[in-house]
């Protein structure tokens, strides 16, 4: 069997020539094996995932305790919204006992040291052996000193009013926890149901 039965070379460029690279491409890449063929990650990889946010789920390469976790998720609509609504609950009250601590003086102490170099002077006994008498020299120096402390303190606004946005939009979820349930349960299943979960699907992932 040929080495390359497509007989493609690599498509790459090199950076000192500028010129499309002479090497033939490795079976089934564009590239040849100095340019990356037959490296990097595996496929279907999750090297790239930062928050698992939007993370894709491929069956076939769930491990066999992910694929046990997976099969225990309760698909009811209802209990799923019942879920939403303890964890925006939970966040909630998280959220607005951090807001008391830091109104109840949770304060930050900001510290601000005034320095100078001031030339000091200091008597020094001097004794002279051949005489056998002492003498006091008076020598001058310069050193670092404190002038002025300043402390301040100050409550933390800037964080406050965080926390306070992010309060929102945790409760603007939790309503709309609240009335995906109302509207689940009002419907009582068939299809109305499921256009009202596909839409409530599509509002969280905009948020």
Same mark, same amino acid.
């Given at each position: 069997? +040929?080495?390359?039965?497509?007989?493609?070379?690599c498509k790459?460029?090199?950076?000192q020539?500028?010129?499309?690279?002479?090497?033939?491409?490795?079976p089934?890449?564009?590239v040849?094996?100095?340019?990356?063929?037959?490296?990097?990650?595996?496929?279907?990889?999750t090297?790239a995932?930062?928050?698992g946010e939007?993370?894709?789920?491929?069956?076939?390469?769930?491990?066999p305790?992910?694929?046990?976790?997976?099969?225990?998720?309760?698909?009811?609509?209802v209990?799923? +919204?019942?879920?939403?609504?303890?964890?925006f609950?939970w966040?909630?009250?998280e959220?607005?006992l951090?807001i008391?601590?830091?109104?109840d003086g949770l304060?930050?102490?900001q510290?601000?040291v005034?320095?100078?170099?001031v030339?000091t002077?200091e008597?020094?006994?001097?004794h002279?052996?051949?005489s056998?008498q002492?003498?006091?020299?008076?020598l001058?120096r310069n050193?670092l000193?404190?002038?002025?402390?300043e402390e301040t303190?100050?409550?933390?606004?800037?964080?406050?009013l965080?926390?306070?946005e992010?309060?929102?939009?945790v409760q603007?979820?939790?309503?709309? +926890?609240?009335?995906?349930?109302?509207?689940l349960?009002?419907?009582?299943g068939?299809?109305e149901?499921q256009?009202?979960?596909?839409?409530?699907?599509?509002d969280k992932?905009?948020?």
């Amino acid at each position: 069997m +040929a080495r390359n039965p497509a007989k493609q070379r690599c498509k790459a460029k090199s950076k000192q020539r500028d010129q499309q690279c002479n090497n033939w491409a490795k079976p089934g890449w564009d590239v040849c094996r100095f340019h990356g063929a037959g490296g990097g990650a595996p496929k279907r990889n999750t090297n790239a995932v930062k928050t698992g946010e939007f993370q894709s789920i491929w069956m076939d390469a769930l491990t066999p305790e992910q694929a046990e976790v997976l099969d225990r998720i309760n698909l009811d609509p209802v209990q799923q +919204a019942d879920e939403e609504i303890r964890l925006f609950t939970w966040r909630e009250r998280e959220m607005m006992l951090s807001i008391r601590n830091l109104k109840d003086g949770l304060t930050e102490k900001q510290r601000r040291v005034l320095q100078q170099r001031v030339a000091t002077k200091e008597p020094v006994q001097v004794h002279d052996d051949k005489s056998g008498q002492s003498k006091t020299v008076v020598l001058s120096r310069n050193e670092l000193v404190t002038t002025e402390i300043e402390e301040t303190e100050y409550r933390a606004i800037e964080d406050i009013l965080a926390v306070e946005e992010a309060l929102t939009r945790v409760q603007d979820k939790k309503l709309k +926890a609240i009335q995906l349930k109302a509207q689940l349960l009002s419907n009582g299943g068939g299809p109305e149901k499921q256009i009202t979960v596909r839409r409530w699907s599509r509002d969280k992932s905009g948020t």
